[in-house]
């Protein structure tokens, strides 16, 4: 098995965190075309590669034609105008037709619930063991390119300015995080669908925390309510955020009040799919 960890050279929070992951892989630096950064090494019976990019990692559409893996971790800076502070995980794709920020509208990446929430996982214990003081460490809802991968990929990122992208403590986290993940190979959990709340998916962190659910695509309510108008174009988005996941998909979970329209989609695609719907 191969795993790519990729970042933007040009991201000082992607590649502090790559650089440390570098040492802690203990991997050796390479050369392979097109790819200005390579190094490669080994932990329990998988081979990883980190690979940095000049490009922005919204931009990472391209992965899968400069190196081939099972699948693929990007580590990166979020930026929020709220300038929470925050250490996050999370699946892309334009569940909307509209693609501001890299991808294709309309179109859900190859989600990895069970890394996910190992890097999930991780995170909130080495936060705690640090502590880190006011950083939040949550899972934040599907959004943002690349989308056009065969292959999973998950973000794992730094929030969300400047001061939290180039601490090295933060960074140190993040890849200590992704190393642990990359040590268990994955979570055992629940795979899961949530839909609705907000952009930070507080209410389903909690319940992968407690119920053993992990999460592939999250559909914010703000997402939902762009569709309401073309019920056809949501359940087309419902279907793609079931089938688009490195695992099976046992549960779909509802989260606060959502429209009749949200609740009889979500139920006819559960039913046709055989998944759970848990309000």
């Known amino acids: 098995m191969r795993v790519v960890v990729a970042y933007s050279i040009n991201d000082v929070a992607g590649a502090g965190a790559a650089n440390r992951l570098v040492e802690l892989l203990r991997c050796r630096d390479t050369v392979l075309e097109g790819i200005p950064r390579v190094c490669i090494g080994s932990l329990a019976g998988r081979e990883f590669y980190v690979t940095g990019f000049y490009e922005d990692v919204l931009h990472f559409d391209f992965l899968e034609r400069a190196v081939e893996a099972d699948y693929y971790i990007v580590v990166s800076r979020h930026s929020a105008v709220s300038g929470i502070k925050s250490l996050t995980v999370h699946h892309t794709g334009n569940p909307t037709p509209r693609a501001e920020y890299g991808g294709r509208p309309l179109e859900l990446s190859v989600a ?77 959990c629940i795979p899961s669908v949530g839909i609705g709340g907000g952009h930070y998916a507080q209410q389903f962190t909690e319940r992968s925390f407690n119920y053993g659910e992990c999460y592939g695509h ?55 799919y055989g998944i759970e719907v848990v309000e």
């Open 112 to 188: 990895n619930p069970p890394i996910a929430l190992a890097i999930l996982r991780a995170l909130r214990e080495l936060a705690r063991e640090k502590p880190l003081e006011g950083i939040s460490v949550t899972y934040e809802v599907t959004h943002h390119g690349p989308t056009g991968l065969s292959k999973p990929l998950t973000f794992a990122e730094i929030g969300s300015t400047p001061a939290e992208w180039s601490n090295a403590v933060l960074q140190e986290v993040l890849a200590r995080a992704v190393y642990t993940a990359l040590l268990g190979g994955g979570s055992s």
């Open 218 to 272: 999250i559909l914010s309510r703000h997402a939902v309510k762009e569709l309401r108008e073309n019920l056809d174009l949501f359940r087309f988005i419902v279907e793609q955020a079931v089938r688009r996941e490195s695992t099976e998909v046992r549960r779909v979970v509802l989260e606060g009040k959502n429209p009749s329209y949200v609740r009889q989609v979500v139920v006819e695609v559960s039913r046709e």
